[in-house]
């Protein structure tokens, strides 16, 4: 059976779905990288809210996700901007889902990690915003999920230079029970994060990040860059510290950062690793034993997809990872914390549900495929 796809042109196209999925099983611990995915929050669709509302989310459904990712050797990294933190879900929603997560990854023996911010402030002093990320780590540590210090709005907001980052961010790593992850989000994803670290400069920025980490190399397990520039983020792994580990955040050259070269390679934090959870650990698998070579050209293909999902304005990519969530069954509805699911025009998600059925994603096509035309049908496409 055919589809009708439409075009950003207003025409459509006839497209014709896979009927056979890849054959990927649950299989156990990934062990040459550390591997995350960024898991989303599944929308309670019958809750009667608005975008502004508080998140109401369906506990089970996002629970029964992380499962799916633990099944198959990924950690999780949990409320962090694929949970759309700061677009959707507000610091009451995170903290319960820190904590049941974090409940359900003791229960399965997944592995977590936790993002530690300040949203339940909008602005402040600095003292202020020193206090929300205390309050914040002191709920992933009671939980016993490692933290993940993002980005900050707030400090972005009131920070005059660096100084102010490096008196932060030194207190609250003197001040953490276990190693911590550093994140530096780029305005690409964040606009409010122009000029992190002290600077819009990316080089000063950068030397200010490595000072954080340099006075504390103890209190930091590994940092994740999310800034699109696979070149930067080379160079800055090369200047880590021994023992600091960099986790690729970089959406768009995620395989040839993982890979490596003969001086280092990255882990992963990814939110592509969310849709493409199977097969990116069964390329890491690949990459187990050895063979650089199968990994690359088991996730090489993907990065089409990840460059149309993450495509500008890229902080709504969030819309593309759920939808393809429910093509693949893992949710009943298309609906999203916040309202965000009319964040993307339907030609790209049509395009989207195109590229991740040539990939083999949905563990069932047709169901696949069945839900695909009844959001057309929805929006009017002629089929």
Do not use: N
């Amino acid at each position: 059976m055919t589809l009708r796809l439409p075009l950003p042109d207003g025409s459509t196209r006839a497209y014709t779905p896979r009927t056979e999925p890849l054959a990927l099983s649950p299989a156990g611990p990934l062990t040459s990288r550390t591997v995350f995915s960024a898991a989303h929050v599944v929308a309670d669709p019958y809750a009667d809210t608005t975008p502004d509302s508080p998140a109401a989310v369906d506990w089970d459904a996002t629970l029964a996700f992380r499962r799916h990712l633990w099944s198959h050797g990924l950690g999780v990294a949990e409320a962090m901007d694929t949970a759309q933190r700061g677009m959707g879900l507000d610091w009451a929603g995170a903290a319960e889902l820190i904590r049941r997560s974090a409940a359900e990854a003791r229960a399965v023996g997944g592995r977590i990690a936790c993002g530690v911010g300040t949203d339940q402030i909008t602005g402040g002093t600095l003292a202020e915003i020193r206090a929300a990320y205390e309050e914040q780590l002191a709920v992933a540590e009671e939980s016993g999920a490692q933290a993940v210090l993002m980005a900050s709005r707030a400090l972005a907001a009131a920070a005059t230079g660096p100084e102010d980052y490096l008196d932060l961010y030194g207190h609250l790593l003197r001040q953490a029970g276990e190693p911590v992850v550093l994140h530096w989000l780029g305005p690409m994803f964040d606009p409010a994060l122009d000029g992190y670290w002290g600077s819009s400069d990316l080089d000063a920025a950068t030397e200010t990040f490595l000072d954080v980490i340099g006075a504390h190399p103890d209190k930091v397990d590994g940092i994740k860059v999310s800034l699109l520039d696979a070149r930067r983020e080379v160079e800055l792994r090369r200047r880590l510290p021994e023992g600091v580990r960099c986790y690729t955040g970089d959406d768009f050259h995620y395989p040839e950062l993982i890979a490596g070269d003969e001086q280092g390679f990255s882990h992963a934090l990814l939110g592509v690793f969310d849709p493409l959870g199977p097969l990116a650990a069964e390329a890491v698998r690949i990459l187990d034993t050895g063979d650089v070579a199968g990994f690359r050209k088991t996730l090489d293909p993907t990065v089409a997809l990840s460059r149309h999902l993450f495509r500008a304005p890229t902080r709504f990519y969030k819309t593309g990872v759920v939808f393809l969530a429910w093509l693949a069954g893992h949710q009943e509805h298309f609906t999203m914390v916040g309202g965000l699911q009319s964040a993307r025009s339907l030609p790209h998600l049509a395009r989207a549900y195109e590229l991740a059925d040539g990939l083999g994603l949905f563990p069932d096509p047709a169901r696949a495929e069945s839900r695909m035309r009844s959001l057309l049908t929805v929006y009017g496409v002629p089929q």
